[in-house]
């Protein structure tokens, strides 16, 4: 595993600095922490961010936090234009989280981070260039309530059965049948997805599915398709779902994500 990733070794000095990288789809890096806190953004395409007992969404309308020395992962879902903010541990505000946050994109947050990148690496701190760095720190809002990180657990059991509905999401299993999978009681599981993911089974395969919806109505796909895959009868049942979850029917997600 990476203790750093190679690109923190050539970052400068300034305690706030700006990289933009493309990845192509399916592009992976592997497990590896930063002695910085870092903003994680996609300008297009869709971020997967994984911790070892959780994967994270970034789709073009969110960003995401990582405090600094948690060990990751990251893979590109469809062609990925990313930028990037590094943050010195001393520049990090006190009222940051220590556990990775979602991140609402302002459309004042996007055209700094848009900025950002072009700045030379050797800015005057008290510069104009300076106070837009400075600036994104301050325009950052939390989206707490958006389930973009999706709980895996520990217990082998829980990753199994986690593992295979991520791999074939339209999978209509209820509870009982996947406690004849993996060798354990109905009730064994409940608890287990209660105790390590704070979710119910039928809670935890919701947001699952929405995970893998995201990047796919980011892409463009038509929504029947997708909930046609996801293993939702009708298009309808789908799009409630969505709403409630999201707060907004997929349509407007895919404006949303057409115009990020």
Known sequence: MQK???AEGHLPGRAIVALARHYPDGHQLAFHRHDR????????????VGLADRLWLVPPQR????????????????????????VHPEAIPSTYPNQPMAVNVSPLLRELLSRAVSIPAGYESQSRDGRIMDLILHEIMWAADQPF??????DPRLVRICSLILA??????????????VGASSRT???????????????????ARIFLALPRLAAG???????????YETPAAFAAMFRRVM??????YLNLSGSA
């Open 37 to 48: 806190g870092q903003l994680i953004y996609g300008v297009s395409g869709v971020m997967e």
């Open 221 to 231: 796909e038509a929504v029947t398709l997708v909930a046609l895959d996801l293993g």
């Open 4 to 6: 750093v990733d190679p």
């Open 168 to 181: 074939e999401p339209g999978d209509g299993r209820g509870l009982a049948e996947w406690a004849t999978e």
């Open 189 to 207: 599981l409940a608890r287990l997805f209660s105790a390590e993911l704070g979710l119910s089974f039928g809670q935890w395969r919701q947001q």
């Open 63 to 86: 960003a995401l936090w990582m405090p600094p020395g948690l060990d990751h992962r990251l893979r590109a879902r469809g062609q990925v234009e990313l930028r990037t903010v590094f």
């Open 149 to 154: 990180g999706l709980p895996m657990g520990r």
């Open 247 to 252: 707060g907004c029917p997929p349509s407007r």
